[in-house]
């Protein structure tokens, strides 16, 4: 019976982790903690939908495949593999792994036209605890996790990008053709807004749109703006500022409560997070 890598426990993995680590271990080969972990991820983008670009099928092939991998980064101090989303063979997808310290820095570069890159830093010693473990399903902890972060990061926005590229509908807000996409933001208050523009880079570009920004400022402002000024992020931020004091000015010679709860409001405008799209 096979199952996914986030249902694994410290008696039972996937049948395909178990064969590889065993096959790796029969072959002869030291495995470190960081090799032991590109065999989760590819694991992980073999049950999220990817194949190797030469197609191996059955796990001993799977063992000589990833030996080269781990054969390769002795001499160059990364791992490197190429992936095809299954059916659409015209592009692929570079998964780049390099360690820093105990945790590992995975990159996954979409081979298309504008070279797109998603990323994400993993903790290695938190899912590879033990690997002299006396028992395979040993060596692993917190599978589940680990799961959760690779698809988040990486397997969703990469699939979702493949797919849009390809001309195939994908469900998720980055597959979307960008007037649909527009239509539903115009639906979200500005900070469910920031929020959506911090979930991948690619959003955050798309959001990135002057023509956006006027058609919010219109929904949520009633000024006028009497100048040839065409940055409507900026306008769209300094009137917001300008509105909050406005409407919490009265607020200052109240109890020390609503000063706090203004002060709260100012640490809102001044956080950071306005400077990932505004």
Same mark, same amino acid.
């Given at each position: 019976?096979?199952?996914?890598?986030?249902?694994?426990?410290?008696?039972?993995?996937?049948?395909?982790?178990?064969?590889?680590?065993?096959?790796?271990?029969?072959? +002869?080969?030291?495995?470190?903690? %960081?090799?032991?972990?590109?065999?989760?991820?590819?694991?992980?983008?073999?049950?999220?939908?990817?194949?190797?670009?030469?197609?191996?099928?059955?796990?001993?092939?799977?063992?000589?495949?990833?030996?080269?991998?781990?054969?390769?980064?002795?001499?160059? +101090?990364?791992?490197?593999?190429?992936?095809?989303?299954?059916?659409?063979?015209?592009?692929?997808?570079?998964?780049?792994?390099?360690?820093?310290?105990?945790?590992?820095?995975?990159?996954?570069?979409?081979?298309?036209?504008?070279?797109?890159?998603?990323?994400?830093?993993?903790?290695?010693?938190?899912?590879?605890?033990?690997?002299?473990?006396?028992?395979?399903?040993?060596?692993?902890?917190?599978?589940?996790?680990?799961?959760?972060?690779?698809? %988040?990061?990486?397997?969703?926005?990469?699939?979702?990008?493949?797919?849009?590229?390809?001309?195939?509908?994908?469900?998720?807000?980055?597959?979307?053709?960008?007037?649909?996409?527009?239509?539903?933001?115009?639906?979200?208050?500005?900070?469910?807004?920031?929020?959506?523009?911090?979930?991948?880079?690619?959003? %955050?570009?798309?959001?990135?749109?002057?023509?956006?920004?006027?058609?919010?400022?219109?929904?949520?402002?009633?000024?006028?703006?009497?100048?040839?000024?065409?940055?409507?992020?900026?306008?769209?931020?300094?009137?917001?500022?300008?509105?909050?004091?406005?409407?919490?000015?009265?607020?200052?010679?109240?109890?020390?409560?609503?000063?706090?709860?203004?002060?709260?409001?100012i640490s809102y405008i001044d956080n950071p997070l306005w400077g990932d799209i505004l």
């Amino acid at each position: 019976m096979n199952f996914p890598l986030e249902e694994s426990t410290t008696e039972i993995i996937p049948a395909i982790l178990n064969n590889v680590i065993k096959q790796l271990q029969s072959d +002869g080969i030291e495995l470190m903690q %960081n090799d032991i972990f590109i065999v989760l991820i590819h694991v992980l983008m073999l049950e999220n939908g990817f194949v190797t670009t030469n197609n191996v099928t059955d796990f001993i092939e799977h063992a000589k495949h990833i030996t080269k991998i781990i054969q390769s980064q002795r001499k160059t +101090g990364f791992y490197k593999e190429k992936f095809l989303l299954c059916g659409l063979d015209d592009m692929t997808v570079d998964i780049i792994m390099s360690p820093i310290g105990s945790a590992v820095f995975v990159n996954a570069a979409i081979n298309n036209d504008n070279q797109e890159m998603y990323s994400v830093c993993l903790p290695t010693s938190r899912y590879v605890v033990a690997p002299k473990a006396s028992t395979i399903p040993m060596i692993f902890r917190d599978l589940k996790h680990l799961s959760t972060a690779y698809k %988040n990061k990486i397997v969703s926005p990469v699939k979702s990008r493949i797919l849009s590229y390809c001309g195939y509908p994908s469900a998720s807000l980055v597959g979307l053709p960008d007037d649909i996409f527009f239509s539903l933001i115009m639906l979200l208050s500005i900070e469910d807004i920031i929020n959506v523009s911090k979930t991948c880079k690619r959003l %955050n570009v798309i959001l990135d749109n002057e023509t956006l920004w006027h058609a919010l400022y219109k929904r949520d402002f009633q000024v006028i703006v009497e100048n040839d000024r065409t940055d409507w992020k900026m306008i769209y931020k300094e009137t917001y500022v300008a509105e909050l004091e406005k409407k919490n000015l009265p607020h200052l010679t109240g109890t020390i409560h609503d000063f706090m709860d203004i002060s709260d409001m100012i640490s809102y405008i001044d956080n950071p997070l306005w400077g990932d799209i505004l």
